[in-house]
């Protein structure tokens, strides 16, 4: 439980810290290496498109964050006057977070990247956030992606680039082709497609529970009966 906890507070300073990182690699580098070409229109500026892109993307991820936490599910149990020990006879829809100690109504899971239970209330936000999380990853990625091609003057045209891409900087690195910051923002690549690939998938199931009018807890719980269900039938 100890490590739960911690879990709880870990999280969420890593993931603003991620924020705050891609900010600001978004501002001092991304946006500085887009030069404005003197025949577009200022209106059509390449840099100014990125960041008014990037701003809405990010505007809308850290927006739904907050409300993912201000729109925390109500505690039922303190409604109901029973203590913040684990009630005997939760009411119905209702499930116990050990994290939060506290009993929530149609409980999902407990997210540690928020510090909060995800239920009824604060379910729309969190799926918006995941959603948006998803796009700044990836969007921030193939940024990155170009400022490392156009420094690095690598080809990214094969399928195979990517992946070979960090073993390659690595070597580079510690040779001293690759500069310090470069090789900083080749580490934030893999770690914006990881989190983008996750937070997709992980939308992306939400909404199908949603439409299947499940949570995940309830999903969860069903499990054992399932097989308890198959193992009588079978004996």
Same mark, same amino acid.
């Given at each position: 439980m100890l490590a739960l906890r911690l879990l709880n507070v870990v999280a969420p300073a890593y993931f603003l810290c991620i924020s705050l990182v891609t900010f600001v690699l978004q501002l001092f580098l991304f946006l500085p290496s887009m030069r404005e070409d003197p025949a577009a229109a200022r209106l059509f500026s390449p840099a100014?498109?990125?960041?008014?892109?990037? !701003?809405?993307? @990010?505007?809308?991820?850290?927006?739904?964050?907050?409300?993912?936490?201000?729109? +925390?599910?109500?505690?039922?149990?303190?409604c109901q006057g029973t203590s913040a020990r684990r009630p005997s006879c939760p009411p119905p829809s209702t499930h116990f977070c050990r994290v939060c100690a506290r009993v929530t109504l149609r409980h999902d899971h407990h997210c540690?990247?928020?510090?909060?239970?995800?239920? +009824?209330?604060?379910?729309?936000?969190?799926?918006?956030?995941?959603?948006?999380? @998803? !796009? /700044?990853?990836?969007?921030?990625?193939?940024?990155?992606?170009?400022?490392?091609?156009?420094?690095?003057?690598?080809?990214?045209? $094969?399928?195979?680039a990517f992946l070979t891409l960090l073993p390659t900087s690595i070597s580079q690195f510690f040779s001293g082709a690759v500069l310090g910051s470069e090789m900083f923002v080749i580490?934030?690549?893999? !770690?914006?497609?990881?989190?983008? !690939?996750?937070?997709?998938?992980?939308?992306? $199931?939400?909404?199908?529970?949603?439409?299947?009018?499940?949570?995940? $807890?309830?999903?969860?719980? /069903?499990?054992?009966?399932?097989?308890? /269900?198959?193992?009588?039938?079978?004996?």
């Amino acid at each position: 439980m100890l490590a739960l906890r911690l879990l709880n507070v870990v999280a969420p300073a890593y993931f603003l810290c991620i924020s705050l990182v891609t900010f600001v690699l978004q501002l001092f580098l991304f946006l500085p290496s887009m030069r404005e070409d003197p025949a577009a229109a200022r209106l059509f500026s390449p840099a100014l498109l990125h960041g008014a892109l990037f !701003l809405f993307l @990010s505007a809308n991820a850290l927006g739904n964050y907050v409300l993912v936490i201000q729109n +925390s599910p109500d505690d039922v149990g303190a409604c109901q006057g029973t203590s913040a020990r684990r009630p005997s006879c939760p009411p119905p829809s209702t499930h116990f977070c050990r994290v939060c100690a506290r009993v929530t109504l149609r409980h999902d899971h407990h997210c540690f990247f928020t510090g909060n239970c995800i239920g +009824s209330r604060n379910m729309r936000n969190f799926v918006l956030f995941c959603l948006y999380t @998803s !796009l /700044a990853c990836l969007y921030s990625m193939v940024a990155g992606v170009a400022y490392i091609s156009a420094v690095l003057s690598i080809s990214f045209a $094969h399928p195979l680039a990517f992946l070979t891409l960090l073993p390659t900087s690595i070597s580079q690195f510690f040779s001293g082709a690759v500069l310090g910051s470069e090789m900083f923002v080749i580490l934030m690549l893999y !770690l914006w497609f990881a989190i983008g !690939l996750a937070c997709a998938g992980f939308c992306c $199931h939400q909404l199908l529970l949603i439409l299947r009018g499940q949570t995940r $807890h309830q999903k969860t719980a /069903a499990l054992p009966q399932c097989f308890i /269900a198959s193992y009588v039938m079978h004996h």
